[in-house]
C-alpha cells in the first residue's frame, strides 16, 4: 500500500544516513578534520577545514589543492572542453561559460570577479579579432588597390579586374558558407592573396582581349573569341601551376595549413572562372554602350576619374622613380641580353646565400607578441598566470588494460614527482619560476602508498570517489588516465622543449602506453612544423618539382618546362635572403607563405615565357622579342603585381602584430618574385636560344603596336 511503500522509503532513508553519519564520523577522526555537522559547501567551518594548511596558517591553502586553490584570494574552476568539438560548438561553449558567470545567481561577493580564459578563449577571441580587423584594412586595401590599378592598368574599364577579384572572393566564401565551413584564421588569411590572385587573371585576360582588338580593328565580342583560343590556354597554364603550388601545402601535418591550400586553389578555379565569363560580359556590354553610356559603364567612368584625381599626385611623386626604374631595367635587360651566363650565375649566389640564412630567420610564437595587448582573453590569460602560476595544461594520456595495477599507478605518480622536481616544483614554493606546476591528476587520489599497495586498494578508492570527480582522471573502464601539468605562457618554441623533456622521461611498464595531448601540444607542436628551416626547405622544393611536373605535363617537353622554372627557383632563395635582412619575423599566418613565392612567381614567368615564345614565333629575333613582351604582357604582370603589393601593404598597418607581420612578409614576397622574374627572365630565355631555335608555337595574335610602358 502507499503507506507501506513510504514507511519502507522513511526506513532506507534513515539507514543511507545513518551509514553516512558513520562513514563522516570514521574520517573525522581518520583525517581530523574537526567536522562539526555534516559537510556544506557554504559552511565556512568545513571549507576551511578541507581547503586549508592550519600548520601555514588560516588562509593558505593545502599544498594538495594548487591547482584548485593557487593562493588565499584565487580559486579555479575548471573546465575541459570534449576534443572533438567542432570551431562552432567550441564558440558556443565559450559564450554559454561567459553568459552563465554574468547571471545573477552565481554573482560574487565582497568584491570578488570571475575572469573566463585559458587556450581555447584566447584563440577564439583572437580568430574575432583578426577577422574584423581584417575586415576593416581591407576596405582601405581595396580602395588604394582601385587607386594604384587606375594609374597603371591603361583600359577602359580599369577597376573591372579589382570587381572580378572581389566577387571570386564574394564566391569561394559563399560556397564555404553553405557547405558548412567555418571562419578560420587560415581562411582569414586566404582571402588577401585570392584578391590578389584574382586581380591578375582578370588584368591579363582583359589585356589581351583589348590587345586583340586594337591589333584585328575586330568588335570585342570577336576580339574575346580570339582570346580564348589563343591566349587563354596560356592563362589557364599559369592558373594550374599556381594552384599545383599551393597544394603542396597539402603535405603540411598542420590542419589549418592544409585547409589554406585547399581554399586558395578553389578560390584560384573560382577567379579563372569568373575572369572568363563575367570579365567577357563586361567588356562586351561596355562596347556595346559605349556610344551612348548606360548607368554601368557611367559609373565605371566615374570611379576612374574619382581614383584618377588621387592618383595623379601619386604619379607626380612617383615620376623620378619610374624614371630611375627604367633606367635600372634597361641596364638589366641589356646583361641579360649580353652576358646571360653572368646573370644567371649571380642570381643563384644570392638565391643560394637566402637559403643558407633562411633558418636565421625569426620565428615569433609568443602569444603576448602576436595578439593585440588589449585582447579580453589574452588580458585574463595573462591575470590567470599572476594568480595560478600558470596559463595552460598538457596532458599525459596513459592507455592499458587494467590501471589500477598498483605498479602503473606508482610509475605515475613518480613520473609526476621526478618531472616536478626537475622543472623546480615544491610545495613550499608552489609553482615560482618553475616551468611545470601539479593539476589534477590520477596520483592526486592517492595521498597515502598503503593505498596503492595492493589492487584491491586501489580498486576500493577508486570505487569511493564520486564519478564525477573520477571522470576527470579516469575513465570507468579504468583503461584510460591523464596525468595533468600546468604551464607557464611561454613562446611555443619554450613549451615545446619542455614537452620534448617529458616525452623523453615517458617510461611506462609493459603492456602500458603513454603520449603527450591537449592543445598546448598541438600548438607547440604545429608551431614546430611551420618554424622548422628543414620542413621549409623541403616544402619550397617540393612545390618546385609539382610545378616542374605540372609544367612538364602541360608543354610535354622538357626543355619548355625548365625555362620558367629557373626564375621561380631563384626568387624563392632571394625572397628567404631579403626578409632575413629585414628582419621581419615570420609567425604562424605568415611561415607558410614560401608557397606563395613560388605561385606567384610561375604565373609571372609563365605568362611572359608564353608570350615571348610567340613573338619569335611570329619572326622577331630575340632583343625585339623581349621588348614587346615586356611592353605587352609584362605590362599586364606589373600592373597586377604593384596593385596586389599596394593592397598587402595595408595590412602592415594592421595593430595586430601577427597580421601587421603576415603583411610585411607578403609585401616582401611580392617584390621579389615580380622582381626577381622581371630581372632574371631574359637571361634564362638567351640561354636557352643558345641550346636550340624554339619549335613554332601555336598561331600567335595578330601583330600589334607597341604600347607605352605605363607609370
Not at 241 to 267: D, E, I
Request: hydrophobic residues 50%; positive net charge; aromatic residues 6%.
Amino acid at each position: 500500500s502507499k503507506a507501506q511503500q513510504d514507511k519502507a522509503a522513511s526506513a532506507a532513508e534513515q539507514l543511507v544516513y545513518a551509514q553516512f553519519t558513520r562513514d563522516l564520523l570514521q574520517l573525522n577522526l581518520r583525517y581530523g578534520l574537526g567536522l562539526k555537522g555534516l559537510p556544506r559547501l557554504d559552511d565556512p567551518d568545513f571549507v576551511s577545514a578541507l581547503v586549508f594548511d592550519p600548520a601555514r596558517g588560516a588562509t593558505t591553502p593545502k599544498a594538495r589543492f594548487a591547482y584548485l586553490f593557487p593562493n588565499a584570494r584565487s580559486a579555479v574552476i575548471q573546465v575541459r572542453l570534449k576534443p572533438d568539438l567542432t570551431e562552432v560548438q567550441r564558440r558556443r561553449a565559450i559564450e554559454l561559460v561567459r553568459s552563465a558567470v554574468a547571471m545573477k545567481e552565481w554573482q560574487l561577493k565582497n568584491g570578488a570577479s570571475y575572469r573566463v580564459t585559458g587556450a581555447p578563449v584566447v584563440v577564439e577571441d583572437l580568430a574575432v579579432a583578426l577577422t574584423d580587423s581584417l575586415l576593416r584594412l581591407l576596405v582601405v586595401a581595396i580602395l588604394v588597390m582601385a587607386v594604384v590599378l587606375a594609374r597603371v592598368f591603361r583600359s577602359r574599364l580599369r577597376l573591372l579586374p579589382l570587381a572580378v577579384a572581389l566577387a571570386a572572393v564574394a564566391v569561394t566564401f559563399g560556397l564555404m558558407s553553405l557547405l558548412g565551413a567555418s571562419l578560420t584564421m587560415a581562411s582569414i588569411a586566404v582571402l588577401p592573396v585570392l584578391l590578389g590572385l584574382g586581380v591578375d587573371y582578370a588584368i591579363q585576360y582583359q589585356a589581351r582581349v583589348e590587345e586583340a582588338e586594337r591589333g584585328g580593328g575586330t568588335a570585342t565580342a570577336a576580339a574575346a573569341a580570339d582570346t580564348a583560343r589563343v591566349s587563354v590556354p596560356t592563362i589557364a597554364t599559369a592558373g594550374l601551376a599556381t594552384g599545383v603550388g599551393f597544394l603542396v601545402l597539402l603535405l603540411s601535418p598542420v590542419p589549418m595549413v592544409r585547409g589554406f591550400g585547399v581554399l586558395l586553389v578553389a578560390g584560384i578555379a573560382i577567379a579563372f572562372f569568373l575572369a572568363l565569363s563575367a570579365g567577357t560580359a563586361a567588356l562586351v556590354a561596355a562596347s556595346r554602350r559605349r556610344g551612348s553610356p548606360g548607368a554601368l559603364v557611367r559609373s565605371a567612368r566615374g570611379a576612374a576619374e574619382l581614383v584618377d584625381v588621387f592618383g595623379s599626385r601619386v604619379g607626380r611623386v612617383a615620376g623620378p622613380l619610374r624614371r630611375l626604374g627604367g633606367r635600372v631595367w634597361e641596364a638589366v635587360l641589356r646583361g641579360g641580353l649580353e652576358r646571360p651566363r653572368r646573370v644567371l650565375l649571380i642570381g643563384l649566389v644570392i638565391a643560394l646565400g637566402g637559403l643558407a640564412v633562411d633558418s636565421q630567420t625569426r620565428v615569433s610564437s609568443d602569444l603576448r607578441e602576436l595578439v593585440p595587448q588589449d585582447l579580453r582573453g589574452a588580458r585574463d590569460l595573462d591575470a590567470l598566470q599572476r594568480a595560478t602560476g600558470v596559463a595552460g595544461e598538457i596532458d599525459v594520456v596513459v592507455q592499458g588494460r587494467d590501471l589500477t595495477d598498483p605498479t602503473v599507478v606508482r610509475w605515475m605518480r613518480d613520473y609526476q614527482a621526478g618531472l616536478l622536481k626537475h622543472y623546480g616544483y615544491s610545495t613550499k614554493n608552489g609553482c615560482g619560476r618553475a616551468a611545470l606546476c601539479p593539476a589534477l591528476s590520477l596520483p592526486d587520489l592517492f595521498r597515502s602508498t598503503a593505498s596503492t599497495q595492493t589492487q584491491a586498494g586501489v580498486r576500493a578508492l577508486l570505487d569511493a570517489v564520486p564519478a564525477y570527480f573520477s571522470q576527470a582522471v579516469i575513465t570507468k573502464d579504468r583503461t584510460t588516465a591523464t596525468l595533468a601539468f600546468g604551464v607557464k605562457l611561454i613562446p611555443l618554441d619554450a613549451q615545446k622543449r619542455v614537452m620534448d623533456e617529458m616525452a623523453r622521461r615517458l617510461d611506462p611498464p609493459k603492456g602500458v602506453t603513454a603520449r603527450l595531448a591537449g592543445l598546448q601540444v598541438l600548438g607547440a607542436e604545429a608551431n614546430a612544423a611551420l618554424s622548422s628551416p628543414l620542413r621549409r626547405l623541403g616544402t619550397l622544393l617540393a612545390g618546385l618539382l609539382a610545378v616542374g611536373l605540372a609544367l612538364l605535363a602541360v608543354y610535354r617537353r622538357w626543355e619548355r618546362a625548365w625555362v620558367p622554372l629557373v626564375p621561380i627557383a631563384l626568387a624563392t632563395g632571394w625572397s628567404a635572403l631579403v626578409l632575413f635582412a629585414v628582419r621581419v619575423p615570420l609567425n604562424p599566418m605568415s611561415a607558410t607563405l614560401g608557397a606563395l613565392v613560388i605561385a606567384i612567381s610561375t604565373e609571372f614567368s609563365v605568362l611572359l615565357t608564353a608570350r615571348y615564345r610567340e613573338e619569335r614565333a611570329a619572326g622577331h629575333e630575340p632583343p625585339q622579342a623581349l621588348r614587346r613582351t615586356y611592353r605587352s604582357t609584362g605590362t599586364a604582370v606589373i600592373a597586377s603585381g604593384i596593385t596586389a603589393i599596394a593592397g598587402f601593404a595595408v595590412l602592415a598597418l594592421s595593430d595586430i602584430q601577427m597580421l601587421s607581420d603576415f603583411g610585411r612578409v607578403t609585401v616582401v614576397d611580392l617584390s621579389v618574385s615580380l622582381l626577381g622574374v622581371l630581372a632574371v627572365l631574359p637571361a634564362v630565355l638567351m640561354l636557352a636560344e643558345r641550346r636550340g631555335p624554339p619549335r613554332p608555337a601555336p598561331p600567335p595574335a595578330p601583330a600589334l603596336p607597341e604600347p607605352a610602358i605605363p607609370a
